[in-house]
C-alpha cells in the first residue's frame, strides 16, 4: 500500500476482522516494541520471564493490523540546528505544492552517525513547529497556492538566514527532527526537543492488552470486548465496551465504555477517557460516543499524559482503567439530555450553530452543516430522534480527526447543555 494510506487514520470494525486462534504469546507482543527500556520495565511488571498465551477476542487480527503499521516505516530521530535547514515546495502528482524541508546536516544521538542533505516532504503539523508561529505557517500554506509562492518562499527563508548569521550560535534553536522513512520517500513528522520520548501505537497496544490480560487473570467476570479501532502511524484509538447494556426505551442500548488514545505527532498526548456508547435502534451501524468531561462524585472520567514522561510513568498509567467504565444508573441524572425539562430541538439547534458558525473547523463538510438543519431534520421532539440524528453524523465521512471534534460537540451538547468545543 502506498504510504498515504498509513498516515491517514482509518476505523476498523471488529466484526470485520477475521476469526483466527483469538491469542497471542506475550514474546510476539513484546517484540513489537523498540525501545528496550520500555520492553524490559512493561516484561518484569508483568511478569513475561515465560512466553504465556495472551487470550482477548481478535487480537491475533489487531496484532496483524499494528505490526503492518508500525513496521511501514523506519524512523529517524535527527538533530540538528534550524540555520542548517530551509523550506520550499514541491509539485505532487496532483498538481498541488507540497511543503519540502532541506536539512543540510544533522546526526542522530543513538549512534552518532552524521546525515547530509536530507529532503523530507512536511506532514502533519511540522511546518507550524518549525516556524513555531500561527501567522508564519498560515503565510506559507498561503504561498503554496501563489505563482510567485517559491520566490516568495526563498525570501522567508533568507530572512530567517539573516537573523540566524547575526545571532550567536548558542541562540539558534537546536531540535529532534522526526522523520519517517518508507524506503523510497521521507516524511518530516515532528519537531521536537530530545525530551520526547517515542510512547507509539505499538507501545500503546500492547500495554492495553497486557493490562487487559492481568485483569483477565484476576476477575474472570470481568465482561468487555474491544468494539472499535483506529489506526495510523501516529494514532491510535482503542474503545473497550462493557457488555452490560441499559436499555433506553425507544432509543437503543448504552453501554460503559472506555477510549484509550494515542496521538504521536509531536505535539499531543497519550490518555484514557471515560465513554458512553449508544447502540442505537432503527440505524445500521449506529453507534454513538459521548464523552463525560466533569467529574461526578470524585469519579474520574479522564487521565492523560504527555509524551516526555518516564517510561515508568507511561506504563504505571494503565493501572485501574477499569475504573474508568461509567454505570448508566449511577449518573443519568447528571446528563443534561435526560433532564425532563430540556427542549430537545434547542439541542439540535446548538449543534447546528456551532457547525455553521464563522470559524467552524466543519465549514467543508457540507453534508454535515445540512444534517443538522431545522429544513432536513425537521423538529426534535424526542430523545429517539436526537440521538438517531447524531448517529448519522457519526457515520459521515470525514477526516478523524475533525470527527474527535464533533464528538465533543455532541457531547458538550447533549451532556451538559454547551455547544463549546
Known sequence: MESEHFLKQKVFKLDDLEDGDGFVYSDDLLGLLKNAEVRSYMSNKYDLSKNIKIKIAKIDALYKLIKQYSTHFSLMRLTTRFDKVHSYFAINSDGVRDVYFDIGEGFTKSDGLIYKDIKAKAIYDAVNMFYEGRKLTQYVNFLKKRTRGDSLLAAVNESWNSLYSKSNSKNVPEKVFRILDDGKD????????????????????????LELNKILGTDLAFDFKISSLALSESKIEIILTRDSPKKIEGVGTIHPSISIRNEDQGNTSIGYYSTLEFKLTKLIDGKLYLFPNKRIEDIKVERTMSHVVGVEYFVDSCEGIRDFFQEYDNFKGDYYLFKQSVDLDELRAKIEEKLISRNSPFKEVRSLQELFTRKNAGHIANLASLLRLCGKAELLDMDFDLKFKLRYLISNVLLYGRNDL
Not at 521521507?186 to 492488552?209: H, P, Q
Open 186 to 209: 521521507k516524511f518530516l513528522k515532528s519537531i521536537n526537543t530530545d525530551r520526547y520520548n517515542e510512547y507509539g501505537i505499538t507501545e500503546t497496544f500492547v500495554l492495553t492488552m
